[in-house]
C-alpha cells in the first residue's frame, strides 16, 4: 500500500506550494468564516489537492473569540459542534479524506473525564452515521502538559483515553497519529512519575513556580534522555500495536525533548517543537528516531494505504515552505533506507535518493554538479570566485577532490629504473608519466592538492552562498575528514576506485549517500562495486555513467549506456562528463539522467589539468538552464492532454454544418454537409448518424448542426 506525504498549512501558506511540491496537503483553518473560506478556495491554484481539513483552532461567540472544543459544555460546545458540521460540508464540496478533530478538553472542576467522553461520543456518532465513506472523521492525539495549570485539560492524550472513545463510538474511531504529541506526553507523563503524581507536580509546581518546572523538567530529561528515548520506542510500538486498524492518518514534525520550551499559551513556534524533521541547529536538534519511525510507518502501510502530514512550523512563509520540502526529502530518505523501494506516490515510484536538499530520481529534475575539482590550482580566492560563477549559474552543487602525493606511488614520480621498467612493460604509461611543471610529477601533484585548510574553507563558503559542497575523497584518511569533520552529507566516488573494494567498503559504512562513476570499469566490475557498496547496508547509490578520456570522441561517449545501467540496477543514473560543449550532457538529461558533472572552470586557458575541457561560466549555465527546460518537456509517458490544449481544440477542431440554407422538414444528405471550423458543434465522426435525419427548424448556410434541430 503507498504511503502518502502531504504539505500543511492556511490558505495563504498552501497557495505558496509548487506544483512539483506535494501531490496533496492539509488545509489548517483558524476560524471559520464562510465567505473567508470560498473567496480563499477561489485563489488557490488548481493543482493544490486538499486531502485533510484540520478542525479550526478557535470559534467565535457573540463577537468574541474561543478555542473549538467539540466536548465543552454549553455554548461552546454546542458552536464547535455546528462549525465541525460545516468543516465536513467543506470537505465534501473539496473532496477531502479526512477531518481531523482536535482541541477536545473538560474541565475537572465540573466533569469528570467519563462525561466528557460520553458527551464527545453522543456528539460525533450522529455525525459518523451520516458521513459517507469517502469522507472519514479522524480524532488527533492531544498534548498533556500545556493546559495542567488550567480548567481546559486535554481529553485525548493515551492509549486509554482511545480505548474508552472507541468503545462509545461502537468501534468506529478513526486515529490521528501526532508523534511529537506522543513524544511531549510521554516524556510529560515520566516527569510526572517522578513528582509523585499530578497533584504533587501542582503543589510543587504552582503557578508561581513555572520557571521551576521548566527547569526541573529538561534537567530530568537530559539526565536521563538515553534511557527514555528507548523507551518512547517501546511506548510507540505499543500504541501502533494497540490501534493499527484505527490510525489512518499521521502528523509528523521534528521534536528536540532536551530543548522544549514549555510556553504554556502554546503560540507557535516553541523552541523544541515544530521542527522541521532532522534539524540540526547551534543548541537544538531533532531527536526523533526516525529509523524507527519508518519501521512503523512501513508496517502499517503493508495493511492500508496511510497518510502522512508534515507539520513544521516557520515564521517566514518562504522558510516554511522551504522547510516542509526539505523534511518531505528528509522522511524519504528514511522510508526508502528502510525497505528498498517504496510507492509513495506515482510521482515518486522509482528509487529516489536524497543529497542534501534535493532528491535524486531516474527522470528527476536533474541535479547539476558543477566540479570544480583541481582547477582551483591551490589558490583559494580562485576556488571562492569558481563557487561564485557556480552559484550564479544555477548549480546544485560544486565538487572538488580531495587527495595528496601518495596518490602515486614512488615508481611513478623517480627517474629511475623502476619507472623505465615500468613505462617498458606497459607502453600505455609513458604519455601519461609525463609532466607540465618544469620539476617533477610530484611537485605537479601537491600544486593541485587541496589542504584540510583550503576545504574547510571551501565547506564554509558553500554554505554561506547555500550551495552544496562535495568532494571525492581518494584516500580513507580524507574520507574520515570530509564526513566526519566537515560533515560532508553525501560521497563521491572516483572511477579510479570503482575496483577498490576495501576502499568502497569503507566509505559504505558512512552511511551517506554515494555517487559512483564507473569509468573504465566493465559490467562485471560495476556489479561488484554496487555488491560491496550494499551489503554494508547502505543502499543509497547513484550510478554515473563516465568515459575516462579527457576529452572522449563523440562515437566513444555511448550515451545508450545510461539505459543499460537504469535496466540492470535499481538505482538513479546520471552522467559524469567529459566532452567539450553542452550538447552531450543536455542529450543524457534527454535520456533521463538524474545528474550531471561537468568539469567547471572560470578560463579554459588557464594553466592545470582541467581548464581545456572544463564547461565556462556561459556554458553551465546553458546546462542548468536548458536541462531544466528539457526535463520539463520530457513530461509524462502517458499520453495527456493539457487543459491549454482542451481549450485551442474549440478553434481548431471541426463541426458539422450545413453547406446550403435548409428548411424545417428537409432530409439531410451527405452532400448537404461539411466539416468545419469551430469545434463546438457535432464532432465529425458522427456524420454518418446526421445523414438521414429531418431537420425540426430552418437553418442558412455554414449554420452548426445541433441535436435539438434534428428528428
Same mark, same amino acid.
Given at each position: ?95 477531502? &479524506? @479526512?477531518?481531523? #478533530? $482536535? ?6 472542576? /465540573? ?7 460520553? +458527551? ?125 486498524? &484505527? @490510525?489512518?492518518? #499521521? $502528523? ?6 532536551? /530543548? ?7 503560540? +507557535? ?443
Amino acid at each position: 500500500m503507498p504511503i502518502t506525504i502531504s504539505g500543511k498549512g492556511d490558505f495563504k501558506l498552501l497557495s505558496k506550494f509548487n506544483q512539483e511540491d506535494f501531490s496533496s496537503y492539509e488545509l489548517y483553518l483558524g476560524v471559520f468564516n464562510e465567505k473567508v473560506i470560498t473567496e480563499e478556495i477561489a485563489s488557490l491554484p488548481s493543482y493544490i489537492k486538499i486531502e485533510s481539513i484540520h478542525t479550526p483552532s478557535c470559534i467565535e461567540i457573540e463577537g468574541m473569540k474561543t478555542f473549538f472544543d467539540i466536548s465543552s459544555l454549553g455554548k461552546i460546545g454546542e458552536e464547535s459542534l455546528a462549525v465541525l458540521k460545516k468543516t465536513i460540508a467543506l470537505g465534501e464540496k473539496l473532496n477531502s &479524506k @479526512i477531518i481531523v #478533530i $482536535h482541541g477536545a478538553t473538560y474541565n475537572p472542576f /465540573n466533569q469528570t473525564k467519563e462525561e466528557a467522553l460520553n +458527551l464527545l461520543a453522543s456528539r460525533v456518532k450522529p455525525l459518523l452515521r451520516e458521513s459517507t465513506e469517502d469522507l472519514s472523521l479522524s480524532f488527533e492525539v492531544d498534548v498533556l502538559w500545556h493546559n495542567l495549570y488550567f480548567s481546559r485539560r486535554a481529553l485525548l492524550t493515551g492509549e486509554q483515553d482511545f480505548k474508552l472513545l472507541n468503545g462509545l463510538l461502537e468501534d468506529k474511531l478513526n486515529l490521528t497519529v501526532d508523534f511529537e504529541h506522543l513524544h511531549l506526553n510521554f516524556y510529560f507523563l515520566k516527569f510526572l512519575e517522578r513528582v509523585g503524581g499530578e497533584k504533587n507536580f501542582l503543589k510543587t509546581y504552582s503557578e508561581f513556580n513555572r520557571n521551576g518546572f521548566q527547569r526541573d523538567i529538561i534537567k530530568f530529561i537530559k539526565n536521563s534522555h538515553f534511557q527514555l528515548s528507548n523507551e518512547f520506542n517501546v511506548y510507540l510500538s505499543s500504541f501502533f500495536n494497540s490501534f493499527e486498524k &484505527k @490510525i489512518n492518518h #499521521i $502528523h509528523i514534525n521534528g521534536s528536540d525533548c532536551c /530543548n522544549f520550551v514549555f510556553n504554556l499559551t502554546t503560540d +507557535l513556534p516553541l523552541v523544541g517543537e515544530h521542527l522541521p524533521l532532522g534539524l540540526k541547529e547551534e543548541g537544538i536538534s531533532d531527536k526523533l528516531d526516525y529509523f524507527y519511525i519508518a519501521k512503523l510507518l512501513l508496517a502499517i502501510s503493508k495493511k492500508k494505504n496511510i497518510n502522512v502530514v508534515l507539520e513544521v512550523w516557520r515564521e517566514n512563509p518562504d522558510k516554511y515552505i522551504k522547510s516542509t520540502i526539505e523534511s518531505k526529502l528528509f522522511l524519504m530518505k528514511y522510508l526508502n533506507y528502510g525497505e528498498g523501494e517504496i510507492k509513495m506516490t506515482d510521482k515518486l515510484a522509482n528509487k529516489t535518493i536524497i543529497v542534501g536538499n534535493k532528491e535524486i530520481k531516474n527522470w528527476g529534475k536533474p541535479f547539476v554538479i558543477a566540479e570544480i575539482g583541481s582547477n582551483h590550482n591551490g589558490d583559494i580566492e580562485l576556488g571562492k570566485k569558481m563557487i561564485d560563477a557556480a552559484v550564479e549559474c544555477g548549480a546544485d552543487c560544486v565538487k572538488f577532490q580531495a587527495f595528496d602525493e601518495h596518490i602515486f606511488s614512488q615508481v611513478c614520480y623517480e627517474d629511475d629504473d623502476r619507472k623505465k621498467e615500468t613505462i617498458e612493460a606497459h607502453p600505455a604509461l609513458r604519455k601519461h608519466l609525463t609532466v607540465t611543471h618544469k620539476d617533477s610529477l610530484k611537485k605537479e601533484i601537491l600544486q593541485h592538492v587541496a589542504s584540510k585548510e583550503m576545504l574547510f574553507e571551501f565547506k564554509k563558503y558553500c554554505d554561506q552562498k547555500g550551495i552544496i559542497f562535495f568532494c571525492t575523497p581518494l584516500n580513507k584518511k580524507v574520507a574520515d575528514f570530509l564526513v566526519d569533520e566537515l560533515g560532508m552529507e553525501f560521497i563521491k566516488v572516483a572511477s579510479m576506485d570503482l575496483n577498490n573494494p576495501p576502499f568502497l567498503e569503507h566509505l559504505a559504512k558512512k552511511g551517506k549517500p554515494m555517487v559512483l562513476s564507473t569509468g573504465m570499469g566493465t559490467l562485471a566490475e560495476i556489479v561488484e562495486a554496487v555488491d560491496t557498496i550494499t551489503k554494508t547496508g547502505n543502499n543509497q547509490i547513484v550510478l554515473l555513467h563516465c568515459v575516462s578520456l579527457y576529452p572522449p570522441q563523440d562515437e566513444m561517449i555511448h550515451l545508450n549506456n545510461l539505459d543499460m545501467l537504469k535496466n540492470t540496477f535499481d538505482f538513479p543514473v546520471g552522467f559524469s562528463d567529459h566532452s567539450f560543449g553542452t550538447a552531450v550532457p543536455l542529450a543524457a538529461i534527454a535520456k533521463g539522467a538524474c545528474m550531471i558533472e561537468k568539469h567547471f572552470t572560470l578560463d579554459k586557458t588557464l594553466p592545470g589539468w582541467d581548464h581545456k575541457i572544463s564547461a565556462n561560466p556561459e556554458e553551465m549555465k546553458i546546462i542548468v538552464d536548458d536541462g531544466k527546460k528539457i526535463w520539463k518537456a520530457l513530461g509524462s509517458y502517458q499520453r495527456i492532454v493539457t487543459p491549454e490544449e482542451l481549450d485551442k481544440k474549440a478553434l481548431f477542431g471541426r463541426s458539422i454544418v450545413v453547406v446550403r440554407d435548409m428548411k424545417e422538414g428537409e432530409i439531410i444528405t451527405e452532400e448537404d454537409i461539411d466539416y468545419r471550423r469551430p469545434g463546438t458543434g457535432i464532432e465529425p465522426k458522427y456524420g454518418k448518424f446526421i445523414i438521414g435525419r429531418i431537420l425540426k427548424k430552418d437553418l442558412k448556410a455554414d449554420d452548426l448542426i445541433k441535436t435539438e434541430y434534428l428528428r
